[in-house]
């Protein structure tokens, strides 16, 4: 198969072609001002990542937005690989879900993809009204051309677990997706999966108790998630809730890659763990714990045990690997899940993180460290914050990671990467046996940036990656 069909530039219907797609020469990724002090609107940067450019790990355009304080975060496509064999779809529109202000917009890509402009902006008051939510989060695009976002809340910042749908040609707030009497109390990241007809969300926390920051006391009182909720993709019902625990906090949930595959893995946050979700025999969903990371004992942090917080986890598109970062130990992780039920650590590596030594946080009781790792210093920076968001080049080789989580979030854990900024690292990967280490030519720092220290977040291939194509 070619690496490309004609509609637009999407990936055949198997994950092979995309594996052998193009190497990444630009990214783009949401840079975020709220919460550093620096009163400027957050902007989509496009950063070269082509080792051959003489811009080669420079931000080569800009797109600041019209408004302040939006708090962009995740971003996704109008078409994917879902529309494949749709001659009328191009993936040409990046769509950026605001966090904060309950903005959608819609970002130009296909005109000049180093050079992205506004195609147009759906307001705060459009969600709403047309589908009483506020805090939109995941997009996907859907094999109909519509748009698919999940929310987090309503208008006032109460947590609901709802999706709107934007039309794929005008942008325009259809409502919501949702239908029947259940709504899940939270939202947060979904996949969905039509062979097996069923969509699955996971849940964070209420908009207005995550957006100043943590609060453990906010855990015991129900304000974050513990539950994958299991959606009938063709009724649009909320049919099943697995229930993974207090204090869970389920965040990134992916699918496998391969459509047939009835599984798939839920990264939790405070519990440290990895959940493999399945399809029974009696075909119904459950869940099971194949992976976990254990907390460190510690004196001088917010609490005497300290999570890794895993926040971001992908899988490599031959579903060979499972990748996901602990903002707060600062490392990342690779695991070969050939044996989806038995995942086997195969890389690591260290890159920040609360537990460095010389910072104000010992560790008193580790039981998987000798010592507290040193601290991460590339090209003569000491890197601030934690791996967070990653994203993985088509091949598998290579492996990006930026350091900001949430800016609120960021203020709280991590004060000095506010105020330096967020970096872009690059991790080589080993694909035959396993095995990370840093390239220690690249980096983004985006404490350099002209209007000041920015906090750089999630990280999109203009071809479609490994986070955002659902093949069906």
């Not at 509609?7 to 055949?12: D, I, V």
């Not at 990542?49 to 975060?73: A, F, G, T």
């Not at 529309?83 to 890509?109: E, H, M, Q």
């Not at 917080?309 to 490599?316: A, F, G, N, P, Y």
Request: aromatic share 10%; with cysteine.
């Amino acid at each position: 198969t070619t690496a490309f069909c004609k509609s637009g530039g999407f990936y055949a219907l198997n994950t092979i072609s995309a594996l052998k797609g193009p190497r990444e020469e630009i990214v783009y990724l949401p840079c975020i001002y709220r919460n550093t002090g620096i009163e400027k609107p957050d902007y989509l940067a496009t950063v070269d990542v082509d080792p051959k450019s003489p811009h080669y790990c420079q931000v080569i355009h800009r797109l600041p937005m019209p408004n302040l304080k939006d708090e962009l975060h995740h971003s996704g496509w109008n078409a994917c690989s879902s529309c494949f064999g749709d001659a009328t779809k191009r993936r040409n529109r990046l769509i950026l879900p605001c966090l904060v202000s309950s903005r959608v917009y819609v970002v130009d890509v296909g005109t000049d993809s180093r050079a992205p402009r506004i195609h147009k902006v759906v307001e705060s008051a459009e969600l709403f009204q047309k589908g009483n939510v506020g805090s939109p989060h995941t997009s996907h695009c859907l094999g109909s051309g519509d748009i698919l976002i999940s929310c987090l809340g309503d208008p006032s910042g109460n947590g609901k677990g709802s999706f709107i749908l934007l039309d794929g040609e005008t942008f325009e707030v259809k409502g919501n997706w949702e239908k029947g009497e259940k709504v899940p109390a939270l939202g947060y990241d979904f996949w969905y999966q039509p062979r097996h007809n069923v969509l699955m969300s996971t849940e964070w926390a209420s908009p207005k108790v995550a957006e100043s920051g943590f609060n453990p006391a906010d855990v015991e009182k129900g304000h974050y998630g513990r539950h994958i909720n299991v959606w009938d993709w063709s009724t649009h019902t909320c049919i099943q809730s697995i229930d993974l625990g207090k204090g869970s906090i389920p965040l990134e949930i992916r699918f496998l890659h391969n459509p047939d595959a009835a599984e798939g893995f839920v990264g939790c946050a405070l519990s440290g763990a990895v959940h493999r979700f399945y399809k029974t025999e009696k075909g119904v969903w459950a869940a099971e714990k194949v992976i976990e990371v254990p907390s460190k004992k510690v004196r001088g942090w917010l609490l005497p045990d300290m999570p890794g917080l895993i926040t971001d986890v992908l899988i490599s598109l031959d579903d060979r690997f499972l990748y996901f970062s602990n903002w707060l130990h600062g490392d990342i992780r690779q695991y070969d899940i050939s044996n989806t039920r038995e995942p086997k650590l195969v890389g690591q590596v260290f890159l920040g993180g609360s537990v460095a030594k010389g910072g104000p946080v010992t560790v008193v009781e580790d039981q998987e460290l000798q010592c507290q790792p040193e601290p991460f210093v590339i090209k003569g920076k000491r890197v601030q914050g934690g791996p967070q968001m990653i994203q993985l080049s088509l091949d598998g080789k290579r492996l990006y990671v930026t350091t900001s989580l949430y800016s609120a979030w960021d203020k709280q854990f991590y004060p000095d990467l506010v105020k330096e900024g967020s970096v872009m690292l690059q991790i080589d990967v080993d694909t035959e046996r396993g095995g990370l280490k840093v390239n220690k030519n690249f980096l983004v720092d985006f404490g350099k940036e002209p209007d000041g220290p920015v906090l750089a977040h999630e990280i999109r291939y203009p071809g479609g990656d490994s986070t955002s194509d659902i093949w069906l």
